[in-house]
């Protein structure tokens, strides 16, 4: 709900205010700096109704919503008075949980930042720009022992006083998400986000005017990445000799740098849900990239499993074989390699115990079932010999004769148990009808791909 506040314009008429906007958007950016700073966040996918992101903090997975940066076009069907009251309760909810967070990390709140950086649009900056410096502070401040609590307020105001006349240090290169950089160092991290860290370590992504900046802005930070953009405020221009990866999203590329590989938007998403560095020659300027496919979605769950979801397992597989430790070596020189490039390792383990228990739950089904057979093989034989006696009632019970042939378990089910049966075989249909949709409308892209080509070269000629 703030994020979606965030993106929509002021209109008196409806209520919605300037101050409303714009507390909801420095919430969100709030929000955003931490998760991109202590990389939290796991999955990303752009739709058309916005982009997913789908964080970890404290053990709890939280998926939110965040519109395209398009202008929005409010319609009177929707009853915004209703909705501006649950968002004022929201509004107080998420200032309270990025006030727990902050203080978490020793970073203290609300922030205050650079004027400058803050008229120019580039908030994330400037919140990094103002935890860096808060925590330096921090760090140099004596620790008077029972010093009372009006001289502690007195040194906080001191702080944010100073830091508002003077401003905040210059941008300098990866000075963007520099939250609290010695704080969450001595936090403890798990694997996942160590892997996370890693993944654009390394990497200097310089960002074009026309490509996604806000979002592009959070997400590389948020797995260890570099970037910069082009406008003012930002922290290296595009003519920097070091930047190894150039995002753009148009036809034709006029300027090239031969130090760098430009790549559409997708890449970097794509890198993120895979957890690897994918080959960039996909997704070059002027390409049809691949799928964008969901991370939200299990494939094997769905029955059908895409081909480029196909490749990125086989370059998850290789990446993990690259690193795999040779015999009699210890496991922190398996976690030192290539920093385990490895949530393809971590996907491929819990894919295996997945499996695992899948194929112990159907042991345990078919060894049921045939138990209940083996107790049917007595009343199915009464059955037979009473057979003659009973062709009326068997006839005025068809669906029970069809069940019993083809699965005889089903004579021992309650009625709520068929009916729950029955459900479930209805959905397995379904799910094979998608699948065989999602197969035919592929069978037809490729021949409508072949018979262009076709076409091309018969005009050719």
């Avoid at 395209?68 to 209703?82: E, G, S, W, Y």
């Avoid at 260890?224 to 999203?249: K, L, N, R």
């Avoid at 691949?290 to 597989?317: C, M, N, W």
């Avoid at 060894?367 to 009464?382: A, D």
Wanted: glycine share 4%; charged share 30%; hydrophobic share 35%.
């Amino acid at each position: 709900m703030v994020h979606l506040f965030a993106m929509l314009p002021a209109i008196d008429r409806l209520k919605i205010e300037v101050k409303r906007i714009h507390n909801c958007r420095r919430l969100c950016h709030e929000w955003q700096a931490y998760i991109s700073r202590t990389h939290k966040l796991r999955k990303v996918f752009v739709a058309v109704k916005g982009i997913y992101y789908q964080a970890e903090v404290d053990g709890q997975k939280i998926t939110w919503l965040a519109p395209h940066a398009r202008q929005q076009v409010l319609t009177d069907d929707v009853d915004f008075n209703v909705m501006l009251t649950f968002l004022e309760f929201y509004e107080a909810l998420l200032g309270f949980v990025n006030f727990q967070l902050y203080h978490s990390i020793n970073v203290k709140y609300p922030p205050i930042l650079d004027p400058r950086l803050e008229a120019l649009a580039a908030d994330l900056y400037a919140l990094s720009r103002y935890f860096d410096a808060n925590h330096r502070a921090a760090i140099q401040e004596p620790q008077v022992a029972g010093s009372s609590r009006s001289e502690q307020e007195q040194e906080e105001s001191d702080l944010r006083l100073a830091q508002l006349q003077h401003q905040l240090p210059a941008n300098e290169p990866g000075a963007l998400m520099h939250l609290v950089q010695d704080a969450s160092s001595e936090i403890e991290e798990d694997e996942t986000t160590r892997n996370c860290k890693n993944l654009f370590q390394n990497k200097k992504i310089f960002l074009s005017r026309e490509v996604p900046r806000e979002s592009l802005l959070f997400v590389i930070p948020a797995f260890g990445g570099i970037v910069s953009w082009e406008g003012d405020g930002a922290p290296f221009a595009e003519s920097d000799d070091s930047i190894t990866h150039q995002i753009v999203d148009r036809p034709t590329q006029g300027h090239v740098y031969l130090s760098r590989e430009y790549v559409q938007p997708q890449w970097v998403y794509d890198c993120i849900n895979a957890r690897i560095i994918l080959p960039t020659e996909p997704y070059m300027v002027g390409r049809d990239p691949p799928p964008h496919l969901s991370p939200f979605v299990d494939d094997e769950a769905e029955g059908y499993v895409p081909d480029y979801a196909k490749t990125i397992r086989q370059l998850q597989a290789a990446a993990k074989s690259d690193i795999q430790p040779l015999p009699g070596t210890g496991n922190d020189e398996l976690d030192n390699s290539q920093n385990m490039l490895a949530e393809g390792f971590i996907n491929r383990t819990e894919a295996m115990e997945a499996a695992e228990k899948k194929q112990e739950m159907m042991f345990l089904e078919k060894q049921y079932h045939n138990e209940l057979k083996m107790e049917l093989q007595g009343v199915s034989s009464i059955s037979k010999l009473n057979s003659e006696d009973t062709e009326s009632k068997e006839q005025s019970l068809p669906d029970v004769e069809e069940q019993s042939a083809e699965d005889p378990s089903r004579l021992m089910m309650s009625r709520k148990k068929r009916g729950l049966y029955k459900a479930i075989e209805m959905g397995k249909q379904q799910k094979k009808e998608r699948v065989e949709k999602l197969k035919e409308r592929k069978r037809n892209i490729e021949a409508g791909q072949k018979s262009e080509k076709k076409h091309k070269k018969a005009q050719v000629s």
